[in-house]
């Protein structure tokens, strides 16, 4: 169902409609809020037909152990192909299950029992059974495999076949919100071992999943051809024949591709993109999220060792003129970490723009020896570029501040992550509930701690939320969470992120979960 699209302080999970529940009305109505508008077709879903999506970029291989299960790359292609374990419901977050039938703790996180149903199966012809899901998890927690949730990942300590159906999941310490964190990753999609073990070239001419799709064709750089998977387990789902999925890391040409007939969904992130399509009256459907992007400030080597450097940037970037460069002032700024529909908010803001501040700061810094200079290295989407020429336009009008940029493709950030090599980069925590997310990006020993940020009351506070047995401890640890991140300055969040689906107004079904992973199967076309 095509919600009604709110305000992004709305902290919610996203629409889904799986087996448990079959369509739920979610295959077509109409709401509208405000200036913006969303549609779709009414009445039961068609079958037949071929739908074109286009979204920001293609996977580095079909091995969900190398994907992202990020909306507007590599989502919509790992539920497709593979299908999910489970997603989440669009008011509640309680968790709804696809594949697997419950993932439950008896102990407060220390361990978990995953329940799949029975009888699943690959295209392949193997089983989709607990062994399968260990070989892939386990896949995940290998350093040398080099997952992007590695993170996530390290948090098991163990996992054990109990039968053909159960899987026991042993954690290094009580995780109790781990299966929400799970399957906003790409664990939630199990691919087979059996084809797996043929090795990468074998898997990416041949994916095998249990999923809604299969592979038909990859033309790299130029299209995904994905084919109706006749025995997925979810009849009569999924509605469609066939998909085909091309790439543009430019909003623009994503949106015209949609106005001008050339795509029926686009996924998106761009917030002026998707409130120009909105007011258009194409559908649209938004996700959102605490937290946001941030630029990320090496704090391993200068001139951000220095807290005065990060203080100034923090001072000097208007983020209400950033917001009008890069999203034509539609995107909503992240002042605060958490949104106010969160049980956690605080209205202490994370930083205060403060020209004269900054330049003192920059001043004072250069007559002690330590004018700050920097390259900020960027992605290549026309979003995160947009943002760094800003960010490096903004600076300029200050003295004692010079800033380079360095342009790199996505693929780069395993490299990135693993060397430290950088001095800013935009990144982005962005979450429902704030651990383990929050903990992977702040916490002194993570992986995902790409600012290198070392402070005992932050990991203090982290520890204190995860391990909270009442939402007033949780809200006092992420009360002290947000005060640190305020006083040391690691990073400067600039808007929330704005996970988005564009379609043509003859697309139902259009269901995201999770951080805004759009599911092909219930997406069908009015003919």
């Known amino acids: 169902m095509f919600r009604r699209e709110k305000l992004l302080t709305a902290v919610i999970a996203c629409c889904v409609a799986l087996a448990v529940g079959a369509c739920g009305g979610g295959d077509g109505s109409s709401t509208t809020t405000g200036t913006t508008t969303a549609t779709g077709p009414t009445g039961e879903p068609v079958a037949g037909g071929s739908l074109r999506v286009m979204q920001l970029?293609?996977?580095?291989?079909?091995?969900?152990?190398?994907?992202?299960?990020?909306?507007?790359?590599?989502?919509?292609?790992?539920?497709?192909?593979?299908?999910?374990?489970?997603?989440?419901?669009?008011?509640?977050?309680?968790?709804?299950?696809?594949?697997?039938?419950?993932?439950?703790?008896?102990?407060?996180?220390?361990?978990?029992?995953?329940?799949?149903?029975?009888?699943?199966?690959?295209?392949?012809?193997?089983?989709?059974?607990?062994?399968?899901?260990?070989?892939?998890?386990?896949?995940?927690?290998?350093?040398?495999?080099?997952?992007?949730?590695?993170?996530?990942?390290?948090?098991?300590?163990?996992?054990?076949?109990?039968?053909?159906?159960?899987?026991?999941?042993t954690m290094t310490e009580p995780v109790p919100s781990f299966p929400a964190a799970m399957l906003t990753t790409s664990m939630n999609w199990i691919a087979s071992p059996t084809a797996l073990r043929k090795g990468k070239a074998s898997f990416d001419a041949k994916p095998v999943g249990a999923g809604p799709y299969t592979l038909r064709t990859w033309t790299r750089q130029d299209r995904i051809e994905l084919a109706k998977n006749p025995g997925y387990w979810d009849a009569p789902r999924p509605y469609l024949d066939s998909i085909t999925i091309r790439t543009s890391n430019d909003s623009s040409q994503r949106y015209n591709t949609l106005i001008s007939g050339g795509a029926d969904v686009v996924i998106d992130t761009n917030a002026d993109s998707v409130a120009k399509a909105g007011k258009a009256g194409y559908s649209t459907d938004v996700t959102p999220l605490?937290?946001?992007?941030?630029?990320?400030?090496?704090?391993?080597?200068?001139?951000?060792?220095?807290?005065?450097?990060?203080?100034?940037?923090?001072?000097?970037?208007?983020?209400?003129?950033?917001?009008?460069?890069?999203?034509?002032?539609?995107?909503?700024?992240?002042?605060?970490?958490?949104?106010?529909?969160?049980?956690?908010?605080?209205?202490?803001?994370?930083?205060?723009?403060?020209?004269?501040?900054?330049?003192?700061?920059?001043?004072?810094?250069a007559a002690d020896g330590k004018p700050v200079t920097f390259t900020f290295t960027s992605f290549t989407s026309s979003e995160i570029r947009d943002t760094t020429e800003n960010v490096q336009a903004q600076l300029s009008s200050y003295e004692n501040v010079k800033v380079q940029v360095r342009v790199v493709d996505f693929s780069e950030y395993p490299k990135i992550q693993a060397s430290n090599d950088f001095d800013m980069v935009v990144w982005s925590a962005n979450f429902i509930d704030p651990d383990p997310r929050m903990w992977t990006v702040f916490r002194s020993d993570s992986r995902g701690n790409f600012p290198g940020v070392k402070d005992e009351r932050i990991d203090a506070a982290l520890k204190a939320g995860r391990t909270g047995t009442t939402e007033q401890e949780r809200k006092a640890a992420y009360a002290t969470l947000q005060e640190r991140l305020t006083a040391l300055v690691p990073a400067v969040f600039t808007v929330r992120v704005n996970p988005s689906v564009m379609a043509a107004r003859n697309v139902g079904g259009v269901t995201q979960y999770g951080l805004g992973s759009l599911l092909p199967e219930p997406l069908w076309l009015q003919p």
């Open 290 to 365: 605490s937290g946001g992007l941030f630029l990320a400030m090496n704090m391993r080597r200068a001139p951000f060792d220095d807290l005065r450097a990060r203080q100034a940037i923090a001072a000097a970037v208007d983020l209400d003129a950033l917001n009008l460069a890069v999203y034509n002032g539609a995107a909503q700024t992240a002042d605060t970490l958490f949104t106010k529909s969160s049980p956690f908010y605080s209205d202490k803001p994370l930083r205060t723009y403060d020209r004269a501040r900054a330049q003192r700061l920059f001043d004072e810094l």
């Open 57 to 169: 970029s293609e996977p580095r291989s079909m091995d969900p152990v190398t994907m992202t299960n990020a909306w507007q790359v590599n989502a919509f292609v790992g539920n497709a192909l593979y299908g999910t374990l489970m997603t989440n419901d669009e008011h509640t977050g309680e968790i709804r299950y696809a594949m697997a039938e419950s993932f439950a703790t008896a102990d407060k996180g220390a361990a978990f029992e995953l329940k799949l149903r029975p009888g699943l199966t690959f295209t392949d012809g193997t089983a989709l059974d607990a062994a399968a899901v260990k070989f892939n998890w386990d896949r995940h927690r290998d350093p040398a495999m080099a997952s992007p949730y590695l993170p996530e990942a390290s948090l098991i300590a163990a996992t054990d076949v109990v039968d053909a159906t159960t899987l026991k999941v």
